[in-house]
């Protein structure tokens, strides 16, 4: 089984910075695809930023040029550098990933539980 499991979230004052992770576990063969989206109570879920191939990043605006995805292949590991934190960060951030679990399966998309990020002004 695949598990992703996220870790790094809390409290923190306006303009400040946090490191979220999210390590990736289980029956892994080869992950295509990592990325972090969040969810504000009574908000849809939205994208943060993805990280494919290890090459290609997307951010979405409200976060481009505060926030950094990167990803250690060796840890199936992917972080979310966080700076300048603003109140209308706060949400519950999510890590996903694409992971082909052994050579003959078919890719799916796996979900960690969650870790909260509050941000105060």
């Known amino acids: 089984q695949v598990q992703l499991v996220e870790s790094g979230g809390g409290l923190v004052q306006a303009g400040g910075s946090l490191r979220l992770s999210c390590a990736a576990s289980?029956?892994?063969?080869?992950?295509?695809?990592m990325g972090w989206y969040r969810q504000a109570p009574g908000k849809q879920r939205e994208l943060v930023a993805t990280l494919t191939s290890g090459v290609s990043t997307n951010y979405a605006d409200s976060v481009k040029g505060r926030f950094t995805i990167s990803r250690d292949n060796a840890k199936n590991t992917v972080y979310l550098q966080m700076n300048s934190l603003k109140p209308e960060d706060t949400s519950v951030y999510y890590c996903?990933?694409?992971?082909?679990?052994?050579?003959?399966?078919?890719?799916?998309?796996?979900w960690g539980q969650g870790t909260q990020v509050t941000v105060s002004s």
């Open positions: 289980g029956s892994i063969f080869s992950i295509n695809a």
């Open positions: 996903a990933a694409e992971i082909r679990a052994t050579a003959w399966s078919k890719r799916l998309n796996y």
